[in-house]
């Protein structure tokens, strides 16, 4: 039976009711005056809690929609992100979200309309596209069904003049956009590591294989398409591997399809860095011997920027480079 905390103010909210509804009755309520009372107490172990995370459903209070960090982007000047959701369904070792939160339990914010006219405010005030980028504490895509995230903020995004939302994901679950008209300023960016990679650190994350398939009926679709190879992880035969799911990738979409392609490095802050190790002292990509640069640890400064340049030479036999983007954070 999974547990589902309830903030009191929003227990007979709309969406908390639909919500409700999608879930079945496997379910145990707990109500809560504020969900930080159960997802911020540091006694709280976050892979014990992965195992078996229990579902918050709470509202959004302050600064809903927020600058990017510098680096992060796809081209544009205006950048933002915003989290409707806190954690992701998957479970990847480089992931730095179990470094920043003390728990693993999914919070779902119920006050969609708060967000939009925050995003609506932003996107009036500027000359210039913005970007909106939602997968940053969460997957875009991988807990639809319950949320009805893209059913409820696409019709909205369509409404703005110049706004570009960016849905990341890793996830297969695709049929509310396969069933919804393309929107040319909606960006559906897929996240990659090479199979040989992902089976060892990307726990509960569909295939390359399914996620490659799922990517080319979006494509087909008519959704612009972005590419995520970030982090690029080392391999002992990184330049094989990467080539070999470089390949798969254009065997499965056009270059026309694609809005851009980004490559970002494995890099943790220390005090994460460090937290992380100690929830999985035995796991092979944190045992890789990292160096630590200006308080960040990541592949040692000649080996990072071999991989760098190794991906973004293949990548440049398929994609203009006015595409290509690096991002660090």
């Not at 080319?216 to 959704?223: F, I, L, S």
């Amino acid at each position: 039976m999974q547990i589902v905390y309830i903030e009191k103010s929003i227990l007979h909210h709309p969406r908390t009711q639909r919500i409700l509804t999608q879930l079945g009755n496997n379910y145990q309520i707990i109500e809560c005056d504020h969900y930080k009372e159960v997802f911020n107490p540091k006694a709280q172990n976050f892979r014990i809690q992965k195992q078996y995370p229990a579902l918050i459903l709470a509202q959004k209070h302050g600064k809903k929609v927020l600058p990017t960090p510098p680096g992060f982007g796809i081209g544009g000047q205006n950048n933002y992100y915003f989290s409707h959701m806190l954690n992701c369904l998957y479970d990847c070792r480089y992931c730095f979200l179990q470094g920043m939160y003390s728990s693993a339990n999914y919070v779902i914010f119920v006050n969609y309309e708060d967000f939009m006219e925050e995003i609506k405010l932003i996107n009036a005030s500027s000359d210039t596209p913005a970007y909106f980028f939602s997968g940053y504490d969460c997957d875009s895509l991988a807990y639809e069904p319950v949320t009805h995230f893209i059913k409820e903020f696409l019709p909205f995004f369509r409404t703005l003049d110049h706004a570009i939302l960016e849905l990341r994901t890793k996830s297969t679950n695709i049929k509310e956009l396969l069933r919804t008209e393309p929107h040319k300023q909606c960006v559906v960016a897929f996240s990659f590591t090479p199979d040989e990679i992902s089976r060892e650190v990307e726990n509960k994350v569909p295939s390359v294989e399914k996620r490659l398939q799922a990517m080319n009926q979006v494509a087909k679709q008519g959704w612009p398409i972005g590419l995520r190879l970030d982090p690029l992880i080392h391999h002992p035969e990184f330049k094989t591997v990467y080539q070999k799911l470089i390949t798969s990738i254009f065997e499965n979409i056009q270059p026309e399809n694609l809005h851009s392609v980004s490559i970002g490095p494995l890099r943790f802050p220390d005090k994460m860095y460090q937290k992380i190790v100690k929830l999985y002292p035995q796991d092979k990509l944190l045992a890789h011997p990292l160096s630590r640069r200006d308080n960040i640890f990541s592949y040692r400064e000649e080996l990072e920027q071999t991989m760098k340049d190794w991906v973004l030479g293949l990548l440049k036999q398929y994609v203009d480079k006015t595409l290509l983007f690096e991002c660090v954070t």
